[in-house]
């Protein structure tokens, strides 16, 4: 029987070892390794595990020196895969690089905090180092502003405030800009030309990502729109506006365009009352106007004020001062026990001579209603589950770990976490607390 036991605890760390889940990634640019200067390609990292992801992975910032770098929003795109017979599970996530000068660039290996589920903690893994080289568009200058898209397309609409435009009136022209495989901070503005006769006021553009129709982003959208105010009647002709881009495939310049536009005001018609309004306003107010001077306004005000306070203050103020003191009685002792004040006292009677839990013991009850610890803490994660049983071991236990407090003062936050998604999904679960807790 000794013998077994021997053999049961050298094999366990072999068991636990073969027990950790796989993990796996991988790294590819799309769609090439070469792109022009201002156009978009696509870091794709796949995330694989051969259970589950019991939190959500952290990328890191990537920079790049000479380009801009969008990194992964809050969605992923979810893989499921078979590799050599075994089942993975993925998320798949991808930054958008725009380079803004010609040469070529070294995406160094990006490291990734990966949490599988049924594992002994997060993972680090590295993806792989990858290459790109950026060349400048035929025909570009070195200092403009370049959009290099796979495709382009303009849109306007004319709005006019009224029919027919007269003097006084405003028309707002709208441009929409589509342009696929582009990031939309890199779509350039269009000008919107002065006119003479008319007062131009722009508006603030607004831009945002191309939808794929499947929940993700396949370029770049903006909006721009401009209010010309007509000042003067005639006709009027918004020029066209014109848009130079680059094909991202095969390096040509495009121009993608909207036609002109042609207006026309009259003069506002005029309106002549029979007699003049404001002369007799201006009489009327003459007979019934009173004048009383200012300061004598300002010193009655005054003292209306001071009488209703202080009435107020001889009728009232006695039971108003009794009702703020019990309302403020009423919140400290709330406050005292809440779990909140509970929680402020745990750090500081941990790190006391000797540590204490008493504040601790407290909080949990006040939080779950739960007045064994133990039970508590068996639903933790593994990490401040085990730093908490090893605080209990060490304190009460027969072994003495000189290092116990400090790794439960440092699992605080993730135990105050977890508690707090728990008792959130309690509240949701259970709309009443149970009659005997």
Same mark, same amino acid.
């Given at each position: ?13 072999? &068991? ?21 200067? !201002? !156009? ?12 589950? $992801? ?34 993975? $599970? ?17 995406? @160094? ?48 609409? #004319? ?30 503005? /269009? ?33 721009? !729109? ?19 881009? &680059? ?26 009352? @029979? ?7 201006? +009489? ?6 009173? *004048?009383?001077?200012?300061?004598? #306004? ?28 019990? &309302? ?10 809440? /779990?909140?004040?509970? &929680? ?17 013991? #407290? ?7 739960? *007045? ?6 068996? +639903? ?9 049983? !090893? ?15 400090? +790794? ?30």
């Amino acid at each position: 029987m000794r013998i077994f036991s021997v053999l049961l605890m050298l094999f366990m760390p072999l &068991w636990a070892l073969a027990a950790e889940p796989q993990v796996k990634v991988r790294s590819q640019l799309l769609p090439a390794d070469s792109v022009l200067v !201002g !156009g978009t390609l696509s870091l794709q990292v796949d995330l694989l595990v051969d259970t589950w $992801f019991s939190d959500a992975p952290r990328l890191p910032k990537l920079n790049l020196d000479g380009a801009v770098v969008s990194e992964p929003g809050g969605e992923a795109v979810h893989l499921n895969e078979q590799i050599e017979g075994t089942p993975f $599970f993925g998320l798949r996530f991808t930054y958008q690089i725009t380079p803004q000068q010609a040469r070529s660039f070294e995406i @160094p290996a990006l490291a990734i905090q990966v949490s599988p589920g049924q594992g002994s903690g997060p993972v680090t893994v590295h993806s792989q180092p990858q290459r790109f080289v950026a060349r400048r568009p035929v025909g570009a200058e070195g200092g403009e502003q370049r959009l290099v898209a796979r495709q382009v397309s303009v849109t306007q609409t #004319l709005k006019r405030s009224h029919e027919p435009l007269r003097v006084g009136d405003s028309v707002e022209r709208r441009l929409h800009i589509e342009a696929e495989g582009a990031q939309a901070m890199l779509i350039p503005p /269009p000008g919107f030309a002065e006119i003479s006769g008319l007062k131009r006021y722009l508006q603030s553009p607004s831009v945002g990502p191309l939808s794929d129709g499947r929940g993700g982003s396949d370029g770049g959208v903006r909006d721009d !729109g401009v209010t010309y105010v007509i000042a003067e009647a005639g006709e009027y002709r918004l020029p066209a506006i014109e848009l130079h881009w &680059w094909d991202a495939t095969t390096g040509e310049a495009r121009t993608a365009s909207v036609p002109a536009l042609e207006i026309e005001a009259s003069a506002a018609a005029g309106y002549q009352a @029979p007699f003049s309004i404001t002369e007799d306003l201006r +009489e009327l107010g003459r007979k019934t106007q009173v *004048r009383i001077a200012g300061h004598w #306004l300002l010193l009655l005000g005054a003292l209306l004020l001071v009488g209703v306070l202080g009435y107020a203050w001889r009728s009232q103020g006695a039971a108003l001062l009794g009702t703020w003191k019990r &309302w403020r009685q009423a919140r400290r002792q709330a406050w005292l026990e809440s /779990p909140e004040y509970a &929680w402020r006292q745990v750090r500081s009677q941990l790190e006391s001579t000797p540590a204490e839990l008493g504040a601790l013991y #407290l909080w949990i009850r006040r939080m779950s209603g739960c *007045r064994e610890m133990s039970r508590h803490a068996s +639903e933790f994660p593994n990490a401040p589950r085990n730093a908490l049983l !090893g605080f209990l071991g060490a304190r009460y236990g027969r072994e003495r770990n000189v290092g116990a407090t400090t +790794e439960l003062i440092d699992a605080l936050p993730a135990l105050h976490r977890t508690t707090l998604e728990r008792a959130e999904d309690s509240s949701r679960k259970d709309g009443l607390k149970p009659l005997n807790p």
